[in-house]
């Protein structure tokens, strides 16, 4: 039911290297998130975005995460320098114009393994 | 913070059986979803039930929000139910973020 775009499924990175993912959010969809999930199920919130602007992120994000939602184009989340915590399936999503009842729809996600 | 529990951890079940999957949560909210995450990992929402009770297909689920708990009932399961379900939460705060619970592992044997 979802139409978000996720690339590439898979990423395979070795410490300190850059590691890209992209992110096509349902069309008309003026809020984009990235989330990461580690292996224990957990989730954590990384970064959202309405239309270009941040509207929150969280301190790792800022510190160690290139991010951005450019206007006609992909959006975007690069971790500057790999590590193997970092290994986790990152997960975008995208929810429409509904405000705080709106619902929240998912990409397959991006699987990172960093060596 | 704002905390999401969901219960059981892991459930089994025979083709034709029926599952209740519970979730608790800390402090009312605003949207509350329910989604399934296939072994491959792709979320799916499932419902958008902050309160009351809503059906889709073979699911319904029922949110009792002064109690802070929702639950999701599947019946008469199928083996391609097999996989997480995941109970999330928005608290309306900057951006509506959604804060997950750990989820539920269903396996449906034939």
């Known amino acids: 039911n979802s139409k978000v775009i996720q690339t590439p499924r898979y990423l395979v990175k070795g410490q300190g290297q850059k590691a890209k993912m992209r992110c096509i959010p349902e069309k008309g969809h003026p809020v984009v998130f990235w989330y990461q999930q580690n292996k224990n199920n957990e989730f954590k919130f990384l970064i959202n975005f309405q239309n270009q602007e941040v509207l929150q992120q969280i301190d790792m994000t800022e510190k160690r995460f290139s991010a951005e939602c450019p206007s006609n184009s992909p959006c975007s989340l690069e971790i500057q320098s790999s590590e193997a915590g970092d290994s986790a399936l990152y997960l975008c999503?995208?929810?429409?114009?509904?405000?705080?009842?709106?619902?929240?729809?998912f990409g397959p996600g991006t699987r990172l393994t960093v060596l | 913070g704002q905390q999401v529990q969901q219960s059981p951890a892991s459930l089994v079940l025979q083709e034709g059986e029926n599952a209740e999957l519970q979730c608790n949560f800390s402090s009312t909210a605003t949207q509350l979803q329910w989604f399934y995450q296939s072994p491959g990992g792709s979320l799916v929402s499932l419902l958008s039930n902050p309160s009351g009770t809503k059906h889709t297909g073979r699911l319904t689920s029922t949110t009792v929000t002064k109690e802070r708990r929702s639950s999701l009932h599947i019946s008469s399961s199928q083996t391609t139910d097999s996989g997480t379900y995941l109970c999330a939460l928005n608290y309306g705060s900057s951006g509506n973020k959604l804060i997950f619970g750990i989820g539920t592992l269903l396996s449906v044997k034939p």
């Open positions: 999503a995208s929810r429409g114009t509904g405000g705080n009842y709106a619902e929240q729809f």
